[in-house]
């Protein structure tokens, strides 16, 4: 099992900035890749970004290029997602997500094995 813990979220203005952590624990030694999603009401849930434990490779959704990034520290097995020039259409609840295996599929949420309860990202205009 793996546990996933989310935070950082809250209320921000338009062109805010907004840092959210994950931090992972139990048996986080069989993570291979971490993700982050976000889902707005009514809408589907969306690929934000990922990145690798190992080699650190990034790969991120075309929406959020230029504004986001996505870090890692091993060894306090968290992942990040500095946020910046946050917009409303931003507005959603973000969740971190783990995958167990090697995978090529990082955009898509059937890929992941693990999920965070989520944090709200509000920005307003």
């Known amino acids: 099992q793996v546990q996933l813990v989310e935070s950082g979220g809250g209320l921000v203005q338009a062109g805010g900035s907004l840092r959210l952590s994950c931090a992972a624990s139990g048996r986080t030694f069989s993570t291979y890749a971490m993700g982050w999603f976000r889902q707005a009401p009514a809408k589907e849930r969306e690929f934000v970004a990922a990145?690798?434990?190992?080699?650190?490779?990034?790969y991120y959704a075309d929406f959020v290029k230029g504004r986001f990034t996505i870090s890692r520290d091993n060894a306090k097995n968290t992942v990040y997602l500095q946020m910046n020039s946050l917009k409303p259409e931003d507005t959603a609840v973000y969740y971190c997500?783990?995958?167990?295996?090697?995978?090529?599929?990082?955009?898509?949420?059937?890929?992941?094995?693990?999920w965070g309860q989520g944090t709200q990202v509000t920005v307003s205009s």
């Open positions: 990145i690798t434990w190992s080699g650190g490779s990034t």
């Open positions: 997500a783990a995958v167990t295996r090697f995978s090529t599929y990082y955009s898509s949420s059937k890929t992941y094995d693990y």
